[in-house]
């Protein structure tokens, strides 16, 4: 089992829609979520981070961290094409700051 | 722009010669990372590394592939005798502390070995 299971996807949705993206970790040390985007041919770039567990908000995205399951989430309201992108979960604790990623969810957002 | 930089952008090299990657962090960060990116897989750790230190190496590969951090001048990872399975995107990351969770990539240097 990896550390991180994340759906690589595609996940394709109409213009408007709200999406809804997961991981699953088995490393209950884990106290840092991070999600990044990474557009085609280009470094990541980070969108959000939350600490333990909770919801963390930012304009249209909202990041949710369930650690008795394991499970977190981003959701983006209102989606637009360009929020068509790979979108990397990425986690770290247990005294480590080097995050273990995801492999990555494909979005695809059509007019 | 003070972000991360990489060069070279795209890189080709023969089986069997050395390929040489290079990082300049963003201004202030002293805290390098260097990651590789394979189709089909997420970002694999290689690297960290702080200005003539390297801190942890526990993602590196034990056989030709080195990184260094001087004192002056950009973060360099070094491949050497490349093989095909080297193909891959490698990407730099940046921090301003150890503690930071915030990572900030560079645009990532793709690697072909033809």
């Known amino acids: 089992q990896k550390e991180v299971e994340q759906d690589p996807g595609p996940l394709s949705v109409p213009e408007g829609a709200i999406v809804s993206l997961n991981c699953t970790y088995s490393n209950s040390a884990f106290q840092y979520f991070m999600w990044y985007r990474q557009y085609s041919r280009k470094g990541p770039e980070l969108l959000m981070y939350t600490y333990s567990s909770g919801n963390k908000e930012d304009g249209r995205f909202t990041a949710q961290v369930d650690k008795s399951s394991k499970y977190i989430s981003l959701f983006i309201r209102d989606s637009q094409p360009s929020d068509s992108a790979t979108y990397l979960c990425a986690m770290s604790g247990g005294g480590s700051y080097i995050p273990t990623f995801g492999r990555g969810t494909s979005l695809i957002v059509h007019p | 722009n003070a972000g991360v930089m990489q060069n070279p952008r795209h890189l080709v090299r023969r089986r069997g010669q050395e390929a040489r990657l290079r990082c300049s962090p963003m201004?202030?960060?002293?805290?390098v990372y260097w990651y590789r990116q394979l189709p089909e897989e997420g970002l694999k750790f290689m690297v960290y590394l702080q200005k003539e230190n390297i801190i942890d190496e526990s993602g590196m590969p034990k056989e030709r592939f080195s990184a260094e951090f001087p004192k002056e001048g950009p973060s360099i990872l070094r491949i050497q005798q490349v093989v095909r399975g080297d193909s891959a995107a490698y990407f730099c990351a940046s921090s301003s502390s150890r503690e930071s969770y915030e990572q900030y990539f560079g645009p990532g240097t793709r690697l072909t070995v033809t």
């Open positions: 201004k202030g960060h002293s805290h």
